[in-house]
């Protein structure tokens, strides 16, 4: 392993460590076990067929958005418009899953599509800014996700009709429940989703590294100028790029609408989602695996909390603080590394002039 590869697995390994330690401070200044506190959080992380599940469960909407926000940072963009994408993909999924009524094996790959197609045209408005009027993509994509979180309560109630702030669950032949997945774990919510959020890393993987497509996307990434130079369109990678972030989102919706929750909630707050897929981006440092084990670790943090809270009467806000120190400790790790090279670089200029 040469060393760029090296400290891309220390730093987020080192983060985690580091984020712990800060709970355990954080725990004991509250007057809290850190022990205790550490061991229901494991437990309910991992320490049972259930818990297992619930973490698997969790973290597949998390392997979506995780994926696309490092779509989008591989190529040079910052979407942190996730959110509000994960939005749409989630009533596209739920709209289709109420209103269409066909056998399963066309059933759910209609509502999969439409997750991902509204997404991606929902993220398409502010790759196509960026490209045609050079607006900053964290303005508009930020923006779009208040937008999206208000349209799509609106569809909710004048489009699909909402019943006690709720839809209707979906047909079963759009869902991803499944009755084995939940009896292995002692009935948890565990659906199919996990494996196909599993596949998209793969695909994820497959797109950057082993087509053109990919190549010309990265490329743009590192230098746009010497990219349009060599005869890429900056400005359809930009897009693209946008486009195909976008479906990774909607594809995290419909984990939500079409396993977990079988259906939608009129919501006056955003899922987070959308938002802990940054984090989950960085700490895997945009690689596909790197998105898949971040993806589990958060989403068996937020299950754990929950036991936590019940088996040490701590409060469950403290992962968020443990959350937090973790992505703190990762930036400034790639920051300090950033730096370190970056002298190295200088000393060895120096010495070559000599």
Same mark, same amino acid.
């Given at each position: 392993?040469?060393?760029?590869?090296?400290?891309?697995?220390?730093?987020?390994? $080192?983060?985690?460590?580091?984020?712990?330690?800060?709970?355990?401070?954080?725990?004991?200044?509250?007057?809290?076990?850190?022990?205790?506190?550490?061991?229901?959080?494991? !437990?309910?992380?991992?320490?049972?067929?259930?818990?297992?599940?619930? %973490?698997?469960?969790?973290?597949?909407?998390?392997?979506? =958005?995780?994926?696309?926000?490092?779509?989008?940072?591989?190529?040079?963009?910052?979407?942190?418009?996730? /959110?509000?994408?994960?939005?749409?993909?989630?009533?596209?999924?739920?709209?289709?899953?109420?209103?269409?009524?066909?056998?399963?094996?066309? #059933?759910?790959?209609?509502? $999969?599509?439409?997750?991902?197609?509204?997404?991606?045209?929902?993220?398409?408005?502010?790759?196509?800014?960026?490209?045609?009027?050079?607006?900053?993509?964290?303005?508009?994509?930020?923006?779009?996700?208040?937008?999206?979180?208000?349209?799509?309560?609106?569809?909710?109630?004048?489009?699909?009709?909402?019943?006690?702030?709720?839809?209707?669950?979906?047909?079963?032949?759009?869902?991803?429940?499944?009755?084995?997945?939940?009896?292995?774990?002692?009935?948890?919510?565990? #659906?199919?989703?996990?494996?196909?959020?599993?596949?998209?890393?793969?695909?994820?993987?497959?797109?950057?590294?082993?087509? %053109? $497509?990919?190549?010309?996307?990265?490329?743009?990434?590192?230098?746009?100028?010497?990219?349009?130079?060599?005869?890429?369109?900056?400005?359809?990678?930009?897009?693209?790029?946008?486009?195909?972030?976008?479906?990774?989102?909607?594809?995290?919706?419909?984990?939500?609408?079409?396993? %977990?929750?079988?259906?939608?909630?009129? =919501?006056?707050?955003?899922?987070?989602?959308?938002?802990?897929?940054?984090?989950?981006?960085?700490?895997?440092?945009?690689?596909?695996?790197?998105?898949?084990?971040?993806?589990?670790?958060?989403?068996?943090?937020?299950?754990?909390?929950?036991?936590?809270?019940?088996?040490? !009467?701590?409060?469950?806000?403290?992962?968020?603080?443990?959350?937090?120190?973790?992505?703190?400790?990762?930036?400034?790790?790639?920051?300090?590394?950033?730096?370190? /090279?970056?002298?190295?670089?200088?000393?060895?200029?120096?010495?070559?002039?000599?």
């Amino acid at each position: 392993m040469n060393k760029l590869g090296l400290n891309r697995l220390l730093i987020p390994l $080192l983060s985690i460590l580091m984020g712990l330690f800060v709970g355990a401070i954080v725990m004991l200044i509250g007057g809290y076990d850190p022990v205790r506190g550490f061991t229901s959080l494991f !437990n309910g992380m991992l320490g049972s067929p259930y818990a297992i599940g619930e %973490t698997l469960r969790a973290a597949a909407p998390l392997i979506f =958005s995780g994926l696309a926000v490092a779509f989008a940072f591989r190529t040079g963009l910052f979407n942190i418009g996730v /959110e509000g994408q994960v939005l749409i993909g989630w009533v596209a999924a739920v709209y289709v899953g109420i209103n269409f009524d066909l056998p399963m094996f066309l #059933h759910l790959p209609l509502a $999969l599509l439409a997750a991902m197609f509204a997404a991606a045209a929902w993220a398409f408005v502010p790759g196509f800014l960026k490209a045609k009027f050079h607006v900053h993509e964290v303005i508009t994509s930020i923006m779009m996700n208040y937008i999206a979180l208000y349209t799509t309560n609106a569809i909710l109630r004048s489009v699909i009709g909402v019943t006690n702030e709720r839809t209707e669950s979906i047909r079963e032949s759009a869902s991803l429940s499944s009755p084995l997945l939940q009896e292995l774990t002692t009935f948890s919510r565990l #659906h199919w989703g996990i494996l196909i959020a599993v596949l998209a890393a793969v695909v994820y993987y497959y797109i950057l590294q082993r087509t %053109t $497509l990919g190549y010309e996307l990265r490329a743009v990434g590192f230098n746009k100028h010497a990219s349009q130079y060599a005869g890429m369109s900056v400005n359809r990678n930009i897009v693209l790029s946008f486009v195909i972030s976008g479906m990774f989102a909607g594809l995290a919706g419909a984990m939500e609408g079409l396993g %977990t929750f079988n259906g939608m909630t009129l =919501s006056a707050s955003f899922t987070g989602v959308g938002f802990d897929g940054i984090a989950v981006a960085l700490l895997g440092a945009n690689t596909a695996v790197g998105v898949v084990l971040a993806a589990l670790l958060f989403a068996g943090l937020n299950i754990g909390g929950l036991a936590m809270q019940l088996g040490a !009467n701590i409060p469950s806000e403290l992962v968020k603080v443990i959350i937090a120190a973790i992505v703190i400790f990762v930036a400034s790790g790639y920051a300090l590394n950033y730096v370190i /090279e970056k002298l190295k670089g200088n000393r060895k200029k120096g010495v070559e002039k000599k």
